[in-house]
């Protein structure tokens, strides 16, 4: 199934880990690399641990990329079992480059890592610096999260821009004296708030405006809008969390707090404004690339996840990925309970403390599943309060959560997870016997760096062969192995007998998947375990969806409080509201994917152009098409709609003088007697001559090398302007519906006429730049700083540095006047006449 290029759906603890060696050793068999993407740094880190032994005797290289806050070498090691590390949570990983892990035959990481390095490696200015080979085979675990539950999240590397505007913290303010449901109207469905006549009439007064939408007052809008975003549809402790004074956004799928993403069009600038911290520069989009369209990139993709057939339609439609369900190894016994709803959340939360109390009474374990930190708080107070011991994981430590999760299964544990906090990490019902011997042997001191990796795993085998380790190895680790073994073994049997995990909802996710996963993590490998899920009226999603006719229903029935109903068909209605919703999010990852596939046309066009230019050995031939080229467009410019008695070959000189240095003494009056291509074809002669003489006094290789950085870096300016100019074009595309016309077919015929126009930019900024280089003398260095000045040149050569001397705007660019004209219709034709623009001085 993994080989094929399709989705196993396996059910929690069916061995996913072990099963995707198999197709991974099979497609490194043909030297082109083979990935393993996991949610989190953790499960990559520890699935190489686990499986590195295997590729190690099957003869291949196994890597792993891990997070290392900007520094990719740093987050680089390789499997090697002879590796003596000095931290055992990194046993057997040596550190290495991140171009060395991409050259393991088989690499783990995220999937953050993976899309960030394509980024970065289309950013580069050596192509020795790129390190990513081809993208050949993955295996993408938890494959609904990262493919479904991320695809609207797109990665972006991203630099400061401008100051962020005082608008933010105005309007933040303003905002806090509206009244929901009378000045502004609130669409939780959609994440839409707008304000109403009342409101629009209240911003008025406030602001001292007498129309809100003058175009004068066009630019404070989108700030408003995001300030009543931000207001209205954005909770802290839900959708956010404050610490260190900045505004972290909590992954609504996961729970898991999303370090170093930022809410994009200034939503986050006006969130923090709310929170009263510190609001931070506006960013600049650099790169960006979505979940989707990194990895349809993939020649072939595979993916593994316990929940998947929900979302087959989804999978087919946008991935090319079929679902195959995998049977479980034993029959499933886990006791799925119907639903109970009661009137309010708090009836709600007090039957949920109840059941969890019962429960740990008994000695049975119990994992609590919430949808957001806040609720999760909450019912650790509660639990605090009855004197519950209980743990609480929001996702915000992984490999500490992983430990923790993994011992949910002893007797009477109460373990609370926002959302699937944890996930991917086995519970075994009486506990985790490994990880407890690890934890008793870092409290005795004892350095686990010094035990044998095969010998660690012999004991396991032995152990799980009914054989005593210590009559092998009579060493003090494999004695405490040996007794948590067999405590854990003595306490799987008690948990066993009340019934196994008990798995307590606090309230149904919008995805049935995100429900079915929580319930998966009882009743693993034939395991007996029960599940139910506790609802209130005011629950988000029952709330929006039919509320109204279960409240008719409760009061009909004269129920109190206190009192909940249990009906197969109110788990029915909740089933079809989910489906609702799925559908719904389906749409709009659709409809986010129709728009991001123009942009990611561009993109790839772009990056394959900068591969070429890094790639190709001389780039000579490219420019001195480049030169006729923009010679051409200038000529077709100024002769093209013109009678030719009427155009004036004057301005087609001064027009062809900001691209090169024309001969002074040139007359232009001979141009009314040749038609364009013959005028085309004489300036173009001069130019490549201009460009031959510049070559002989320049070093070649000096120049080629020149050029190349040149080339690259015009690439990469009118790039990061594209994506802003995209961006810009797309938050205003929908207006086209109130001219009847289609938003996306405006913004495809609109994005292309940019695209257009950024490729002459492009060639405009090379052409110019490259033939208005001059050689001058590198200026004298002050003594101390030479010191410290490497060269890879030799003593004895004539140290040159290539500077652009002219101090003209290219054709393209704003004007230096700041009338926000390009400069060709503009000043340039003044200009050219007195010499150049005017040098400003600065203070």
Known sequence: VLHSGKIAEMKTGEGKTLVATLPLYLNALAGRGAHLVTPNDYLSKVGLQLMGPVYQLLGLSAAVIQNSAGNPDRGSFLYDPEFPAEDDRFQNLRPITRQEAYQADITYGTNNEFGFDYLRDNMVLDKERQSQRELHYAIVDEVDNILIDEARTPLIISGEAQESSDYYRQFAQLVRGLRAGTDYEVNEKEKVATLTEEGIAAVEKKLGLENLYDPAHFEMLPYLDNALRGHALYHRDKDYIIRSNEVIIVDEFTGRLMEGRRYGEGLHQAIEAKEGVRVKKESMTLATITFQNFFRMYNKLAGMTGTAKTEEEEFQSIYNLDVVAIPTHLPTIRLDEEDVIYKDQSAKFGAVIDEINRAHEEGQPVLVGTVAIETSELVSRMLRRRGIPHEVLNAKNHEREATIIAQAGRPGAVTIATNMAGRGVDILLGGNYEGLARDQLRKDGVDLTGIPQLAWNHCLELLKNDQDPTETYNTRWAAVLKARWDETKQDQERVKAVGGLYVVGTERHEARRIDNQLRGRSGRLGDPGASRFFLSLEDDLVRRFGGDRVTGVMDRLGLEDDQPIKHNMIS??????????????????????KYDEVVNEQRETIYMQRRRLLNEPSLKPAIQEMITDEIDGAVQQHTATRLEEEWNPEDLLLALRTVFPFPQ???????????????????AEIAHQTYDKKEQEIDADMLRDAERQIMLRAVDHRWVRHLTDLDRLREGIGLQAIAQVDPLVAYKREAFAMYQELMNDIRSDIVTTIMTLQVQKAPTLPTPIA???????????????????????KRNAPCWCGSGKKYKVCHMRADAKQGGAPVREVA
Do not use: Y
């Open 572 to 593: 029915k209605a909740i089933e079809n509201a989910q489906t609702r919703v799925e559908g719904h999010n389906f749409d709009i990852r659709k409809h986010v994917l």
């Open 787 to 809: 010191r410290n000045i490497q060269t890879n040149r030799s003593d004895t050569s004539q140290p040159r540095t290539v500077r652009n001397t002219n101090n003209r705007p």
């Open 665 to 683: 003494n040139f007359d232009p009056t001979q141009w009314q007697e040749l038609d364009a291509d013959a005028i085309t074809g004489q300036a």
